[in-house]
Structure formats: structure tokens, C-alpha cells
């Protein structure tokens, strides 16, 4: 087995500032995903990483940045924080093979002052 | 690309009642599909997982039909009880570049 983590757990900040999640897996997969989920909505994929150093844009990448440090590790940065802004950042992990499930880790909560 | 409808958005039952949510999808190379449930305040987790070849699929307390030739995926509640109460989301992989795609979710409230 295996976990992810995702730090911080709550994160608060003030419109136009620039806001970093991290997210670790030791699952030693290979593919990793942020998604952002608005209440009572669907996941939406903000960015993806096959491997290591790898970027790949998905449906809402604009205002956000990522970064694949090493395997076990994909940080997002959200590059300038808008006022009400309310959102759960999912972190998620695969073997990336197209049919192996995501893992998911239990979230970072945004609110923008 | 891939767009995934899934309904309802919300559903309330009664204990011991069926619950049924129904997902329907575009891209007709579509071979594995996902259904995940997130209690609330927590993550999302895997329920089952089907591909193509399976058009039924059978867990604890649940039911998956697939049905390729309607591009029709259902989640069937058989006797829910209020530990299900919960978001469920269908997801669907195209076999392609790693991505699957979700559903919007569906709010299950169960009432005793």
C-alpha cells in the first residue's frame, strides 16, 4: 500500500498572492494530477506530470503553475489568487497505465480573503 | 475530446430503497471506466473499476452495468442504507495519454 499527502491542509490567502500546495506519494507511481473541485462539483484537471520533469496542461491550467520536482513529489502553484475564491485542490497518483485507477489524497482547502 | 454526463446531480432515497446513477459518454473508444465515492469532508476512493470486456459487475451492496453500445455506464445502489450517503462519481479512461475524464458527481442522501 501506500499514501498520499497533501500540505498544507488549509490554506488561506489574499487576492493576488501567489500560493503553493505540495503533494507527495510513495506509491512509486509515475503519473501524478491536480485537479480542483468547487462545492458540490466534478473534478477539474489543472495539470498532469507522466514522469519526472514532465508538465502537461489539462482543462484549467491558466492562473496556475506545477512542478515535478521528482517522482515522489508535484507542487502547484497558483500564480495570483482571486478574492472569494473557495476551492478543494485533489492531488492524485497512478502507475500510468490508461487503465490503472487514480489514487486520490485528502485535499487542500483555499479560501482567498 | 471525452465528455462524461452523469445524472442526477442529486438523489434521495429511503433505506433499503435502489439507488441508480447513470453516466453516458462521447468517445465510443472508451474502454475503461471508474466509479469513486467521496464521504463527506474526504477524498475520493475507488469503488470498482470495469473494462470493456465486463458488462456487469457485482460488489458489496452494488451493482456496475456497462452498456458499450448505448455508451451508458450505471451504478446501482440494491439496498442503500445511510453509510452510503454520499458523492459518487463516474470516471472514463479513453486509452490515451493517461487521462480519464469525470462526471460531475452525484449527491446520494440516504434516509433512515
Known amino acids: 500500500g501506500g499514501i498520499i499527502t497533501q500540505t498544507p491542509k488549509f490554506l488561506i490567502g489574499q487576492e493576488g498572492q501567489k500560493l503553493t500546495l505540495k503533494c507527495q506519494q510513495n506509491f512509486n507511481h509515475d503519473t501524478m494530477y491536480w485537479y480542483r473541485q468547487d462545492s458540490g462539483k466534478g473534478l477539474r484537471l489543472i495539470y498532469y506530470s507522466i514522469t519526472e520533469n514532465d508538465l502537461q496542461k489539462g482543462d484549467l491550467s491558466e492562473g496556475y503553475d506545477a512542478s515535478r520536482e521528482k517522482k515522489s513529489s508535484f507542487s502547484l502553484t497558483v500564480t495570483s489568487a482571486q478574492k472569494n475564491e473557495m476551492a478543494v485542490f485533489l492531488c492524485?497518483?497512478?502507475?500510468?497505465?490508461?487503465?490503472?485507477?487514480?489514487?486520490f489524497g485528502p485535499g487542500t482547502r483555499l479560501t482567498v480573503l | 475530446g471525452e465528455q462524461v454526463e452523469q445524472r442526477p446531480p442529486h438523489l434521495s432515497v429511503r433505506e433499503g430503497d435502489s439507488a441508480v446513477i447513470t453516466c453516458t459518454y462521447t468517445?465510443?473508444?472508451?474502454?475503461?471506466f471508474f466509479w469513486y465515492k467521496q464521504e463527506p469532508g474526504a477524498s475520493l476512493q475507488l469503488l470498482m473499476k470495469v473494462f470493456s470486456s465486463t458488462e456487469i459487475n457485482e460488489g458489496q451492496g452494488f451493482t456496475v452495468l456497462l452498456n458499450k453500445k448505448d455508451k451508458r455506464l450505471s451504478l446501482n445502489l440494491t439496498a442503500a442504507h445511510p453509510g452510503d450517503s454520499a458523492a459518487y462519481f463516474c470516471?472514463?479512461?479513453?486509452?490515451?495519454?493517461?487521462?480519464?475524464?469525470f462526471g460531475d458527481g452525484t449527491q446520494l442522501v440516504v434516509k433512515p
Open positions: 492524485a497518483s497512478s502507475i500510468g497505465s490508461n487503465y490503472a485507477e487514480q489514487f
Open positions: 470516471a472514463v479512461s479513453a486509452g490515451s495519454n493517461n487521462r480519464i475524464f
Open positions: 468517445d465510443p473508444n472508451s474502454y475503461y
